[in-house]
């Protein structure tokens, strides 16, 4: 089975503070996609990574980074973290293909600033 | 911008019903309709999708209905059961600018209840 893991269920963090979110897979995918869930919002895009180093801003990257130095690892940085950033979120993992590639999502890091 | 919208935001319904949860879309770009599941605690996993040149695909008790002329794309679920409840979101896949990779683009989601 696929497997998405996220290194943390729930963070906690204080304002200001450099964050650093972990994910990996274990499925040699070339996609790695980084998302905010929010109630009645959705799933927001943040980033995404179709190869290693590569990198394409998603729907809201303001206030975010991400770091892909390893195909298996993709990681999403928050420089100064902010009340606003409170939220979950979500890795997850395609092969790169057509359209019709299924996404592997982990289980989220719920992140509260604080 | 929303590029998918879904309704309802949530929606309850007895053991047995047939819950249905509606999309609509506007970029013709889009190319390939997924559903996704969510129970509490858990990531979105894959449930049913559709290509815009089928008009309904069934898996087991779910079925996509597609209206590629009014953009719109709706799920439904057969005999609901309470094992059924979770979040579903319906998303939509474009290319990226240069054609190379595909994002995935999310409805904000329904919260689906099945009453015993």
């Known amino acids: 089975d696929v497997k998405v893991t996220q290194s943390s269920r729930y963070l906690v963090k204080r304002t200001g503070e450099k964050v650093f979110l972990e994910c990996v897979q274990d499925?040699?995918?070339?996609?790695m996609f980084w998302y905010r869930q929010d109630p009645g919002l959705g799933l927001r895009l943040i980033y995404f990574?179709?190869?290693?180093?590569?990198?394409e801003k998603g729907d809201i990257p303001e206030g975010y980074s991400v770091s892909r130095e390893k195909k298996e690892r993709f990681s999403l940085i928050l420089e100064s973290a902010s009340t606003n950033q409170t939220s979950m979120y979500l890795c997850a993992s395609s092969l790169w293909g057509g359209s019709n590639t299924e996404a592997f999502f982990g289980q989220g890091t719920r992140l509260t600033v604080v | 911008q929303q590029q998918v919208k879904q309704s309802p935001q949530s929606l309850i319904v007895q053991k047995g019903g047939i819950p249905i949860i509606n999309c609509a879309y506007e970029?013709?770009?889009?190319?390939?309709f997924p559903w996704y599941q969510q129970f509490p605690g858990k990531g979105p996993a894959l449930l049913i999708a559709i290509r815009p040149d089928v008009s309904e695909k069934k898996e087991g008790r779910f079925t996509i209905s597609f209206n590629k002329s009014a953009k719109q794309f709706s799920l439904h679920i057969m005999d609901s059961q309470p094992g059924d409840s979770a979040t579903y979101f319906c998303?939509?896949?474009?290319?990226?600018?240069?054609?190379?990779?595909?994002?995935?683009?999310f409805g904000k989601g329904t919260l689906l209840t099945v009453n015993p």
């Open positions: 990574s179709y190869d290693v180093k590569m990198k």
């Open positions: 499925m040699d995918h070339e996609n």
């Open positions: 970029n013709t770009a889009f190319d390939y």
């Open positions: 998303a939509a896949t474009q290319a990226n600018s240069g054609g190379s990779n595909y994002k995935l683009t």
